[in-house]
Protein backbone atom coordinates (compact mmCIF):
# COMPACT_ATOMS: atom_id res chain seq x y z
CA UNK A 1 0.00 0.00 0.00
CA UNK A 2 3.05 2.68 0.71
CA UNK A 3 3.89 3.13 -3.30
CA UNK A 4 -0.15 3.94 -3.65
CA UNK A 5 0.65 6.84 -0.68
CA UNK A 6 3.87 7.90 -2.03
CA UNK A 7 2.37 8.42 -5.41
CA UNK A 8 -0.17 10.57 -4.44
CA UNK A 9 1.59 12.91 -2.87
CA UNK A 10 3.90 12.95 -6.26
CA UNK A 11 0.60 13.90 -8.40
CA UNK A 12 -0.48 16.48 -5.50
CA UNK A 13 3.48 17.96 -6.27
CA UNK A 14 2.79 17.81 -10.03
CA UNK A 15 -0.10 20.01 -9.91
CA UNK A 16 1.34 22.63 -7.83
CA UNK A 17 4.27 22.99 -10.45
CA UNK A 18 1.76 23.35 -13.12
CA UNK A 19 0.59 25.98 -11.22
CA UNK A 20 4.11 27.80 -10.77
CA UNK A 21 5.76 27.39 -14.17
CA UNK A 22 2.53 27.50 -16.46
CA UNK A 23 -0.40 25.91 -16.40
CA UNK A 24 -0.82 26.85 -20.36
CA UNK A 25 1.49 23.58 -21.16
CA UNK A 26 -0.02 21.43 -19.21
CA UNK A 27 -2.17 18.62 -21.26
CA UNK A 28 -4.41 18.45 -18.53
CA UNK A 29 -5.70 21.38 -16.37
CA UNK A 30 -3.78 20.75 -13.28
CA UNK A 31 -6.52 20.82 -10.57
CA UNK A 32 -7.28 17.12 -12.44
CA UNK A 33 -3.90 15.66 -11.84
CA UNK A 34 -4.66 14.49 -8.75
CA UNK A 35 -8.55 13.83 -8.57
CA UNK A 36 -7.52 11.05 -11.63
CA UNK A 37 -4.69 9.67 -10.61
CA UNK A 38 -5.32 9.39 -7.08
CA UNK A 39 -8.86 7.67 -7.93
CA UNK A 40 -6.92 5.32 -9.91
CA UNK A 41 -4.52 4.24 -7.29
CA UNK A 42 -7.74 3.76 -4.94
CA UNK A 43 -9.43 1.47 -7.07
CA UNK A 44 -5.80 -0.11 -7.73
CA UNK A 45 -6.14 -0.43 -3.39
CA UNK A 46 -9.32 -1.94 -3.81
CA UNK A 47 -8.84 -4.75 -6.14
CA UNK A 48 -4.89 -5.38 -4.10
CA UNK A 49 -7.17 -5.68 -1.01
CA UNK A 50 -10.22 -7.47 -2.62
CA UNK A 51 -8.03 -10.27 -3.63
CA UNK A 52 -5.77 -10.79 -0.33
CA UNK A 53 -8.96 -10.96 1.44
CA UNK A 54 -10.33 -13.75 -1.18
CA UNK A 55 -6.83 -15.31 -1.08
CA UNK A 56 -6.31 -15.35 3.08
CA UNK A 57 -10.10 -16.68 3.75
CA UNK A 58 -9.73 -19.78 0.81
CA UNK A 59 -8.58 -22.05 3.44
CA UNK A 60 -6.92 -24.45 1.72
CA UNK A 61 -9.27 -23.85 -1.69
CA UNK A 62 -6.93 -23.49 -4.41
CA UNK A 63 -9.15 -22.27 -6.81
CA UNK A 64 -9.96 -19.48 -4.68
CA UNK A 65 -6.74 -19.11 -3.72
CA UNK A 66 -5.44 -18.86 -6.88
CA UNK A 67 -8.20 -16.16 -8.02
CA UNK A 68 -7.29 -14.14 -5.23
CA UNK A 69 -3.75 -13.42 -5.94
CA UNK A 70 -5.31 -12.97 -9.60
CA UNK A 71 -7.42 -9.89 -8.34
CA UNK A 72 -4.11 -8.20 -6.47
CA UNK A 73 -2.27 -9.26 -9.58
CA UNK A 74 -5.01 -6.59 -11.48
CA UNK A 75 -4.74 -4.04 -9.24
CA UNK A 76 -0.95 -4.22 -9.82
CA UNK A 77 -1.13 -4.24 -13.14
CA UNK A 78 -3.79 -1.29 -12.95
CA UNK A 79 -1.36 0.49 -10.14
CA UNK A 80 1.50 0.40 -12.56
CA UNK A 81 -1.07 1.22 -16.32
CA UNK A 82 -1.81 4.75 -14.34
CA UNK A 83 1.45 5.16 -13.01
CA UNK A 84 2.35 4.76 -16.95
CA UNK A 85 -0.11 7.22 -17.92
CA UNK A 86 1.18 9.88 -15.42
CA UNK A 87 4.67 9.65 -16.29
CA UNK A 88 3.46 10.28 -19.57
CA UNK A 89 1.63 13.64 -19.06
CA UNK A 90 4.40 14.55 -16.75
CA UNK A 91 6.99 14.25 -19.63
CA UNK A 92 5.24 15.47 -21.85
CA UNK A 93 4.52 18.83 -19.60
CA UNK A 94 8.26 19.39 -19.06
CA UNK A 95 8.69 19.17 -22.45
CA UNK A 96 6.42 21.50 -23.33
CA UNK A 97 7.81 23.89 -20.69
CA UNK A 98 11.40 22.96 -22.07
CA UNK A 99 10.68 24.27 -25.22
CA UNK A 100 8.87 27.36 -23.94
CA UNK A 101 11.73 28.35 -21.50
CA UNK A 102 12.23 31.15 -23.10
CA UNK A 103 8.70 32.28 -23.11
CA UNK A 104 8.10 31.51 -19.01
CA UNK A 105 7.17 34.65 -16.94
CA UNK A 106 9.77 36.01 -14.69
CA UNK A 107 8.79 34.53 -11.65
CA UNK A 108 8.41 30.57 -13.49
CA UNK A 109 12.24 31.42 -14.73
CA UNK A 110 13.27 31.96 -11.67
CA UNK A 111 11.91 28.75 -10.44
CA UNK A 112 13.12 26.65 -13.01
CA UNK A 113 16.57 27.65 -13.55
CA UNK A 114 16.73 27.56 -9.59
CA UNK A 115 19.11 25.02 -7.88
CA UNK A 116 16.55 23.97 -5.24
CA UNK A 117 13.93 23.39 -8.11
CA UNK A 118 16.36 21.36 -9.65
CA UNK A 119 17.65 19.32 -7.25
CA UNK A 120 13.68 18.47 -5.79
CA UNK A 121 12.72 17.43 -9.60
CA UNK A 122 15.28 14.79 -9.63
CA UNK A 123 14.44 13.69 -5.78
CA UNK A 124 10.46 13.15 -7.33
CA UNK A 125 11.94 11.58 -10.45
CA UNK A 126 14.04 9.16 -8.34
CA UNK A 127 11.26 8.33 -6.20
CA UNK A 128 8.93 8.00 -9.17
CA UNK A 129 11.10 5.03 -10.28
CA UNK A 130 11.79 3.34 -7.59
CA UNK A 131 7.90 3.22 -6.90
CA UNK A 132 7.44 2.52 -10.43
CA UNK A 133 10.26 -0.74 -10.34
CA UNK A 134 8.41 -1.93 -7.10
CA UNK A 135 5.18 -2.31 -8.69
CA UNK A 136 6.75 -4.02 -11.97
CA UNK A 137 8.18 -6.62 -9.67
CA UNK A 138 5.32 -7.05 -7.75
CA UNK A 139 3.33 -7.93 -10.87
CA UNK A 140 6.65 -10.38 -12.08
CA UNK A 141 6.27 -12.13 -8.42
CA UNK A 142 2.31 -12.38 -8.52
CA UNK A 143 2.15 -13.66 -12.39
CA UNK A 144 3.38 -17.18 -11.61
CA UNK A 145 1.06 -17.57 -8.65
CA UNK A 146 1.81 -17.82 -4.62
CA UNK A 147 4.49 -20.87 -4.93
CA UNK A 148 6.70 -18.42 -8.03
CA UNK A 149 10.31 -18.32 -7.28
CA UNK A 150 10.51 -14.91 -7.21
CA UNK A 151 7.96 -14.92 -4.28
CA UNK A 152 10.24 -17.12 -2.68
CA UNK A 153 13.64 -15.17 -3.00
CA UNK A 154 13.94 -13.19 0.36
CA UNK A 155 16.74 -11.08 -0.95
CA UNK A 156 15.06 -10.04 -4.47
CA UNK A 157 12.09 -8.89 -2.38
CA UNK A 158 13.60 -7.00 0.07
CA UNK A 159 15.77 -5.08 -2.62
CA UNK A 160 13.32 -4.25 -5.35
CA UNK A 161 10.31 -4.15 -2.63
CA UNK A 162 11.85 -2.33 0.96
CA UNK A 163 14.74 -0.98 -0.54
CA UNK A 164 12.71 0.77 -3.56
CA UNK A 165 9.99 2.47 -0.99
CA UNK A 166 12.89 3.66 1.62
CA UNK A 167 15.13 5.32 -0.91
CA UNK A 168 11.16 7.00 -2.46
CA UNK A 169 11.24 7.45 1.28
CA UNK A 170 14.18 8.94 1.86
CA UNK A 171 14.60 11.61 -1.12
CA UNK A 172 11.26 13.17 -0.74
CA UNK A 173 12.08 13.37 3.12
CA UNK A 174 15.48 14.79 2.44
CA UNK A 175 14.97 16.90 -0.71
CA UNK A 176 11.37 18.05 0.95
CA UNK A 177 9.07 20.76 -0.79
CA UNK A 178 9.04 22.99 2.24
CA UNK A 179 12.79 24.30 1.82
CA UNK A 180 13.22 23.20 -2.16
CA UNK A 181 9.74 24.07 -3.59
CA UNK A 182 8.30 26.74 -1.27
CA UNK A 183 6.29 27.61 -3.97
CA UNK A 184 4.36 25.08 -3.30
CA UNK A 185 2.54 26.85 -0.28
CA UNK A 186 1.58 29.44 -2.31
CA UNK A 187 -1.24 27.30 -3.67
CA UNK A 188 -4.11 25.86 -1.41
CA UNK A 189 -5.64 22.23 -2.15
CA UNK A 190 -6.97 22.35 -5.44
CA UNK A 191 -4.33 24.29 -7.22
CA UNK A 192 -5.63 28.07 -7.02
CA UNK A 193 -3.47 30.78 -5.13
CA UNK A 194 -3.49 31.04 -1.94
CA UNK A 195 -6.10 33.38 -0.33
CA UNK A 196 -4.84 36.18 2.43
CA UNK A 197 -5.23 34.98 6.06
CA UNK A 198 -4.24 37.85 8.38
CA UNK A 199 -4.87 41.15 7.89
CA UNK A 200 -0.97 42.41 8.36
CA UNK A 201 -0.80 40.77 4.73
CA UNK A 202 -2.97 42.99 3.06
CA UNK A 203 -1.84 45.98 1.79
CA UNK A 204 -3.02 49.90 3.08
CA UNK A 205 -5.25 50.27 -0.22
CA UNK A 206 -6.70 47.16 0.23
CA UNK A 207 -7.96 47.60 3.58
CA UNK A 208 -8.94 51.15 2.60
CA UNK A 209 -11.11 49.44 -0.35
CA UNK A 210 -12.44 46.98 1.76
CA UNK A 211 -13.35 49.35 4.66
CA UNK A 212 -15.19 51.64 1.77
CA UNK A 213 -17.64 48.37 0.87
Not at 88 to 106: H, K
Not at 135 to 140: E, N, P, Q
Not at 188 to 205: M, T, Y
Request: some cysteine; aromatic content about 14%.
Amino acid sequence: MAPAFLAAGIYLTLMHMVNTLGTQYSPISPKFYPWIFISCDFLSLVLQAAGGATAATAKGNTTLSSDGGYVMLAGIVWQVFTLMVFGGLCGEYFRRVYVNRYNLTSSATAVFNGTKFRLFVTAVAIAFTTIFVRCVFRIAELADGWKSSIMQNEVEFIVFDGVMCLIAVLVLTIFCQGQYFPQMQEHNSVGRPAIVRHSSDLSGSDIEAATEK
